[in-house]
């Protein structure tokens, strides 16, 4: 069955109530230009909470290695997601916890990511000056290419009404949503997130 991950967490009791309708990750932002932005202090907070109980992945854009993982053991994160312009070597540097996530503009998405290292991978739309959480979807036939090379994490543009057909249509290890379960941005819909989850996996 396809894992959901909800992404772009901003409160703990939203998270806590995420994870109890059955997400089975969630996602933490630290790029500063994001609506969903977090800081260490609460992303802890999440992680002491809820660490045993889901996946946690930071969400980065173009910082060092050494910054990522600076982040990562104060808030005990496990996971990070690399959604800037990291290069295939410090994606490799941070492994086996680690992905790329890559913006897909058109087929040559699929020779992208085979360049960077790892088990898993993200797709996600690509829009000019935007590193993720677009909330527009993409050609899904691509992502399927990918989802039979790689675990792969389907990103862009996902609601509860259509998530159900990216899956079918993609068959990825993961689906992941932000703005389509959101009634604010970094304020999550607790429906739509049921609703979502339900959908995703066929529930």
């Known amino acids: 069955m396809v894992e959901v991950k909800i992404c772009g967490l901003t409160i703990l009791d939203d998270a806590a109530r995420c994870v109890d309708l059955g997400a089975d990750a969630i996602g933490l932002n630290f790029w500063s230009g994001s609506p969903r932005h977090t800081d260490v ?40 997601q690399l959604h800037g312009h990291e290069s295939p070597e410090q994606v490799e540097a941070l492994l086996p916890a680690a992905y790329k996530a890559i913006g897909v503009k058109d087929g040559s998405a699929v020779e992208l990511a085979a360049r960077y290292p790892g088990e898993h991978i993200l797709l996600d739309a690509s829009v000019p000056g935007v590193p993720g959480g677009t909330g527009r979807t993409f050609d899904w036939t691509i992502a399927a290419e990918v989802a039979k090379q790689r675990k792969l994490t389907l990103a862009g543009g996902l609601t509860p009404d259509n998530v159900a057909e990216a899956v079918r249509v993609v068959q990825p290890f993961r689906v992941d949503v932000a703005s389509g379960v959101e009634s604010a941005p970094g304020k999550k819909d607790l429906e739509k997130v049921k609703a979502f989850i339900n959908a995703a996996k066929g529930q």
């Open 41 to 80: 202090e609460t992303a802890r907070a999440i992680v002491d909470a809820l660490g045993d109980r889901v996946q946690m992945v930071g969400v980065f854009v173009d910082l060092s290695v050494e910054k990522v993982r600076e982040i990562l053991r104060k808030t005990g994160i496990e996971w990070a």
